[in-house]
């Protein structure tokens, strides 16, 4: 597994990491505890050295497991996010110092480890990062030595522009084929700094991996039931011809394997944060990644990105 190192942290990472929303039961189907502890053993096996996590997947349990999973494993670069109050009925997010500080000593007793890697504040608005008091707190936890570096997982370009002026040293953020403008914007501003940028997101939540029919439904407890209309999932879905073209049988051999390599190939990225549901899934993604740069070709990557605004999607 080809590593890259994650901006001004200096933290050497593997270029693809595991993210383990998907693991948790939020947001997809639940998975079998025996089939999650698999799938955490195999990104192991397989050299992943970058696991990306939140206190509030599975409230709070997902941390338990990887701390479990992970005692012998040091070298594994943990980055957990905080900043939603579960407790709170309905849950809602929270950036207020106190708030955080609980929430961190109860991550870091979970997952078992002394000094946290990477700690990110999970999805924060603009308005709540312009505050300040969330980052300084993270800016003083850097300073104690109890995390390594810190940052902030962002929806939209207001909070990560927000972020990068608080000092974030990581953002994690949607970034795919079809989703890929943001950090295109942001380029200039993550480079000068050198932030290490965690994307996630990379098959567009399974869509560009193509095998979907035009007709496909989600359980209504799958995130993805509320994410497209049934016409916006054909429209999405009619979309996947801009990419085709990139498969060419020999090095690309799957619309997963162009989704995953136009990740990688772009090099403000770190890490691809996967989020498969099987060990076999992860296994295809590995394997389809490439392994090793070029993953697409520039001109491959220009093509495409005439084939997409001929189709709607602007970069
Ligand atoms: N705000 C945040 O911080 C935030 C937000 C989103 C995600 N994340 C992190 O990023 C990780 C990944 O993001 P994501 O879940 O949004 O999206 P993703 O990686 O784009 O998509 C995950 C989905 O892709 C499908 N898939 C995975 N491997 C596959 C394979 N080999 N073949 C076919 N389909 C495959 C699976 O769908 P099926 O279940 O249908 O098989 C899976 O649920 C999450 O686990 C989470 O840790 C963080």
New binding site residues.
Partial sequence: MRKRVLGSTGLLVSELGL????LSGDG?AAIPEAEQDAIIDRALALGVTLI???DSYAKGEMETRLGKRLEKHEDVVLVT?LGTDRDASPARKSFAPAFLRDSFERSRERLKREVIDVLLL??PSERSLERGEATALLEELKAAGAIRAWGA?V?GMDAARSAIKQGAQVI?LAH?AFHSRILRQLATELRAPNIGVLA???????LL?G?WPTDKQFASTDHRAERWTSDDLKRRISQLNAVRPCVNGTTVTSL?SAALRFVLSNELVTSA?????SAL?LD??VRDSGREPPYLSEEAIEALMIRLDNVGISA
Avoid: D, F, I, M
């Avoid at 996630?200 to 399974?206: D, K, W, Y």
């Avoid at 944060?273 to 549901?277: C, E, N």
């Fill in positions: 993210g383990t929303w998907g997809y990306e996590t939140a996010k999970h999805n997982s929806e994690e795919n996630r997101s990379v098959l567009a939540h399974g991996c095998q997963r944060v996967l989020g498969p549901r899934q295809q993604l």
